[in-house]
């Protein structure tokens, strides 16, 4: 068992979870998400354990990826976990359905197998 944990292992534990995250809020409305409160938390979790491992990246590989939005991916971590009732529900739901595949898109070309 390989416990190297890389740029490599980072960037494949942050592809899971942006894919769990497309697979799971494929065809569900904003008012569904919002009422679902298993689905909701799972999602807000999953934007938790992304920005928390987008830390664990080396600063090497995130300077060399200046079009990863870091800033918004740290920023909203930081209003889930420290603002959870005053989080706008529209805003991470828009993040979830518009900017979740475009960021699979982008760490899906990092991934060295």
């Known amino acids: 068992m390989n416990n190297l944990k890389n740029d490599t292992y980072y960037i494949e534990k942050i592809l899971t979870d942006l894919k769990f995250i497309s697979k799971h809020i494929s065809n569900v409305s904003k008012d569904e998400f919002e009422q679902n409160e298993v689905l909701l938390d799972?999602?807000?979790?999953?934007?938790?354990?992304?920005?928390?491992n987008t830390k664990r990246l080396s600063d090497e590989y995130k300077l060399s990826r200046n079009d990863i939005p870091w800033r918004d991916i740290s920023g909203l971590r930081n209003r889930l976990v420290h603002d959870y009732g005053g989080v706008d529900l529209k805003i991470v739901y828009s993040t979830l359905v518009d900017d979740v595949p475009l960021l699979i898109n982008l760490f899906e070309n990092e991934v060295m197998v």
Do not use: V
Not at 42 to 52: A, P
């Open 42 to 52: 799972s999602m807000l979790f999953r934007l938790i354990q992304i920005s928390e």
